[in-house]
C-alpha cells in the first residue's frame, strides 16, 4: 500500500490507497489507523468497541467517542483482543493467549562496531544444549538471544555509514515480571537487565563496553503498550486463523494472528485477507 500521504482536515488520504479500496467500505484496524469510507485514514485513533447486531459488526466506536458504520472489518488487533473489543468480558483460554515476549538491550558506540572486530550484521547465540523458545521463568532469559548492528549492512556509497555505531541484543523475557514493577523498579530493572544481557553476548562477539557512549532498552510492556497485544507478545497468539474468520460474519482478522508473522507477513496477509473478503 504505497502512495503519498496527504493530511486533510479529515484526515489522512492517499492516492494509491483510494485506489485499491474505490469501491470497498472497510476499515483496516491496524497501526492505530483506518480506512474510513475508502478514503481516509485516520492515525493516532483508537477503536474501543466494535458494535454488534447479531452475527455482524456495524461499526466501531473510537476512544473520543466517535462512532462509524461499516460494512466490513479487518483487524491486526489480534485474535483475543479483537474479540475484547466486541465482547469486553470474553474469557479467552490460556492457550489462545501469546506468551513469547522480549527485551532488546541497545548501545549506542562512539564508534563503528567493525573497529571493534564486530563485523556481523546479525549472531544468535546459545549456551546450552538446546534453545529454551519458552516463556522466561526471569525477567529475562539471557542464556540464547540475538546481536544486531545495523551498522553491518551492505549501505549504497551514495548512503554512508550510520553516523552511530548501534549493538542491539535482543533476550526473551517474561511479561508479567515487567508488568509487575513499580516505576523505580521498572527503571532499576531496566538498568540490572541491560548489564546482564550484555555480559551474556560478549560471550558470542567481540566485547564492545568499553565504547558504550548511551544505552536503551524496551521491555515486554513497552511491546505491549505500541501494539497493545496481549501479554506483549510479538508474534500475537499460538493459535492462528488462517482463513481469517472470527465470531462475526463480516470482521476478519489479519497479521500476526491470522497466520502470516513479522512485517513482510503482515503485509502479505493484510492484502490477501482484503482480497479475499472485502475487493470480491
Ligand atoms: C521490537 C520488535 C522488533 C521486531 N523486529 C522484526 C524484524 O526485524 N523483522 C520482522 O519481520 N518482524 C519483526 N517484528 C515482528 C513484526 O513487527 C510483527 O510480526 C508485525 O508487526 C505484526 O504485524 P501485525 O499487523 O499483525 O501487528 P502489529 O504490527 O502489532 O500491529 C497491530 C496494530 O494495531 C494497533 N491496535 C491494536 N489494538 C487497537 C485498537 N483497539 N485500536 C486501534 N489500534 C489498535 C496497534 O497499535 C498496532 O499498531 C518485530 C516486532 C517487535 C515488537
Redesign the pocket.
Known amino acids: 500500500m504505497s502512495g503519498l500521504l496527504e493530511y486533510t482536515p479529515e484526515g489522512w488520504t492517499t492516492e494509491a490507497l483510494c485506489e485499491h479500496i474505490r469501491d470497498g467500505k472497510f476499515y483496516l484496524?491496524?497501526?492505530?489507523c483506518y480506512i474510513v469510507f475508502s478514503h481516509l485514514l485516520r492515525l493516532r485513533?483508537?477503536?474501543?468497541r466494535i458494535k454488534t447486531e447479531g452475527d455482524r459488526a456495524v461499526g466501531v466506536v473510537l476512544d473520543d467517542g466517535t462512532e462509524l458504520e461499516c460494512q466490513n472489518i479487518l483487524s491486526?488487533?489480534?485474535g483475543v483482543?479483537t474479540r475484547r473489543?466486541c465482547d469486553p468480558g470474553y474469557e479467552a483460554s490460556p492457550e489462545s493467549i501469546g506468551q513469547l515476549s522480549?527485551t532488546?538491550a541497545i548501545s549506542v558506540l562512539d564508534c563503528q562496531p567493525k573497529e571493534l572486530g564486530n563485523d556481523r550484521t546479525i549472531v544468535f547465540f546459545n549456551d546450552s544444549d538446546q534453545v529454551h523458545w519458552q516463556k522466561s521463568d526471569a525477567m529475562c532469559d539471557v542464556r540464547s538471544g540475538v546481536i544486531c548492528s545495523p551498522n553491518n549492512y551492505c549501505y549504497e556509497d551514495d548512503e554512508g555509514e550510520l553516523a552511530d555505531g548501534f549493538m542491539r541484543v535482543t533476550s526473551i523475557a517474561n511479561f508479567e515480571a515487567w508488568q509487575n514493577l513499580s516505576e523505580e523498579e521498572y527503571e532499576l530493572a531496566k538498568l540490572h537487565w541491560y548489564d546482564q544481557i550484555v555480559d551474556s553476548a560478549v560471550r558470542f562477539v567481540p566485547d564492545f563496553r568499553r565504547a558504550v557512549i548511551d544505552t536503551d532498552m524496551?521491555t515486554p510492556t513497552t511491546?505491549r503498550r505500541?501494539?497493545?497485544?496481549e501479554n506483549g507478545a510479538?508474534?500475537?497468539s499460538p493459535k492462528k486463523q488462517l482463513d481469517g474468520t472470527t465470531h462475526l460474519k463480516n470482521v476478519f482478522l489479519?497479521?500476526?494472528?491470522q497466520g502470516f508473522?513479522?512485517?513482510?507477513?503482515?503485509m502479505m496477509?493484510?492484502v490477501s485477507m482484503a482480497n479475499q473478503y472485502c475487493l470480491r
Open positions: 484496524l491496524g497501526a492505530r485513533t483508537g477503536v474501543s491486526s488487533a489480534g483482543e473489543l522480549f532488546e524496551f511491546i505500541f501494539t497493545w497485544h510479538v508474534y500475537g489479519c497479521g500476526t494472528d508473522v513479522g512485517i513482510i507477513g503482515a496477509s493484510g
